[in-house]
């Protein structure tokens, strides 16, 4: 859990940094972002699994997306909540930071709507990048570590 919480740590501060090189790129850099990256480090690394939250979480920007380019009020607001809400249920997914990425246009305001969407979709296919060369690390360790058995432990004194 050390090497996924070190390589979830260091990519939510590359992102941080990145989003602040540029005034499109401020959007890569989301709260909820910290969510989905401890969701995935403190579940099983099945990529189909993974893959879904992460589609499901661009589909839910896309909603807030919608619904805000329709309307910026909190009508729109309160329906897109509610249609997220309802495809989480529906998908069973156990992953309440797909609720939050589709509020991210009502926050944000971006001068280009696609920019959300997109935003969210970039910057959790580098959170799934990083993740499974994390967890590619956290195999090949578990293969090289070869337990020396009881019994059998170095000397460390003078006599060897």
Known sequence: MLIRSVGLGLFIMFVYWLSSQGPGMHMLF???????????????????ELLGIACCAVLSSIIGTLAYAVDSGMVSLFVSTLIVIWLVRTLKLNAPPIIAVSLIPFFAHPADLWMAPLSVAVSLGGLLAVLGLVYAVERLAARTRTPIPLGQGVRMDADQ
């Open 30 to 48: 989301f709260p909820t972002l910290g969510a989905f990256g401890f969701l995935f480090i403190t579940r099983s690394p099945r990529l189909p």
